[in-house]
């Protein structure tokens, strides 16, 4: 298995190198550039583990790199930056399965036992980024400001029902329980039914034991 570095901070990608040597890796550790020496490597091993600087390589944006991880399914990939946004760990961690997220400030410890748990295919998130993403998504769930009765429409989808349900439930029309929905939706920030419900149950509108009933 291959380790990765696109890393364009000279100063950094030399530490990296020098850690993962002290850590026994002194032939399978590749340095790359650009994106298109990237996809060469990826292509030699498929299954590498990918410790990338986002933020300093030729990626546009976060969709770019989850079209690469769809493009090879196998590679690991450890963010490895000095600033990520809570909407890029979101979108990363929701969308990559096999990611990894670690910042800069990190201690040693951390970056060992990040590079450890990605060459196992397990996830690996800093205490910093950890933190950082938590208090954020606190934030906005305090900032949703739902009325009664998208409340009681919230619930009843997490529970299950079909929009046609719950409008014969709640004797409106098929139209107006769509619109809650649709403003539900829009106010949480999700894009399906599965978010809202984890949604539900984070903010405790729906009791675990009654939505596994």
Request: hydrophobic share 40%; glycine share 4%.
């Amino acid at each position: 298995m291959s380790i990765v570095l696109a890393d364009n901070q000279d100063l950094t990608r030399l530490g990296l190198v020098y850690t993962l040597q002290k850590m026994g890796h002194t032939d399978d550790v590749f340095v790359v550039t650009d994106k298109i020496e990237l996809a060469y490597r990826l292509k030699e091993d498929p299954e590498s583990v990918l410790v990338l600087d986002y933020t300093l390589f030729d990626f546009n944006d976060v969709s770019e790199i989850i079209i690469l991880s769809q493009r090879f399914k196998n590679v690991k990939f450890v963010f490895f930056s000095e600033d990520l946004s809570t909407d890029f760990v979101r979108q990363a961690i929701t969308s990559i399965p096999k990611s990894s997220i670690l910042l800069k400030d990190s201690p040693l410890p951390e970056v060992r036992q990040c590079i450890t748990d990605a060459i196992h295919g397990q996830r690996y998130i800093c205490q910093h980024a950890a933190g950082m993403f938590i208090s954020s998504e606190a934030q906005r769930e305090e900032q949703v400001h739902l009325t009664k009765t998208e409340t009681e429409i919230l619930k009843d989808i997490a529970l299950g029902m079909t929009t046609k349900e719950i409008a014969a439930k709640r004797f409106s029309s098929f139209h107006t329980v769509n619109t809650h929905r649709k403003n539900i939706f829009r106010k949480l920030g999700v894009n399906n039914a599965h978010e809202a419900t984890k949604y539900a149950l984070r903010a405790g509108l729906v009791d675990e034991a009654e939505y596994y009933i």
